[in-house]
């Protein structure tokens, strides 16, 4: 996966657990018509100065095709951001820090193509640079198709404890093996059958566990290393699957 393509990685690792070939057409970007701005036109996108006054702003024109959702893409590259504010039309859709979330904005789902006036502004200190905005779609039909696929491969008897998972998986060859969604964390231990398997991530985000061709009784705890003792109490809303895999070498590389 790449360290910089967030959307290419969603469309990655969805296809990998609907075990279809990546598509270039679940997102899309589109460009945005700038129709004002108090800000300067600078080499990457645009710069705003003085942001203390409170002053500050864009207005955007795009149009979103049917049967999408629809995001705004606001990266902020430099400078101090305390808030921005993102208006459809008059209707607020949202106030949020670009220092805790990130650079995408959902401006909501259309069945039906829309054109649509966005405004923001922005709230920060001294001077911020942004690359220029784009608009992010995602097909929904796609999607749909994808999740539903995905569902065909999840892993439904599996049982979870504080800081265990245990589970019967039986499969048809040794080129599988089991995605978690978990955040990837050193202090989870496995077996397979009684015995130790190493435990492997997807991209330093999720848990992987191989799996041997037939039946596997599967056994993990959270063993809490160095000071995040206590950091997992509960595992809620936890989804996993059944990849295939051709070696542990695609595996680090997805």
Partial sequence: MSKTDNLGNQNQLLSLVAHTSVTKRLFKSFPVQLTGSTGQTAEAGLEFKNLENGNQSLKLSVTVPKNQQAYLSLFKMQGSISQ???YKGKQLIENYNPNLVGQYINLGSFKQRTNLNISVRLSGTGTAQFARPTLITLNEKIFQRQIELA?????????????????NITTNNDKQALLLTIPADPGWKAKINGKQVAVKTVDNLFTLVPLNSGKNQLTMKYVPTGLVIGAWLTILGLSSFILYRSGDDTIMKI
């Fill in 151 to 167: 569902r065909k491969y999840q892993a439904t008897n599996l049982k979870y404890g504080k800081r265990t998972i245990k589970g």
């Fill in 84 to 86: 921005i504010s993102v």
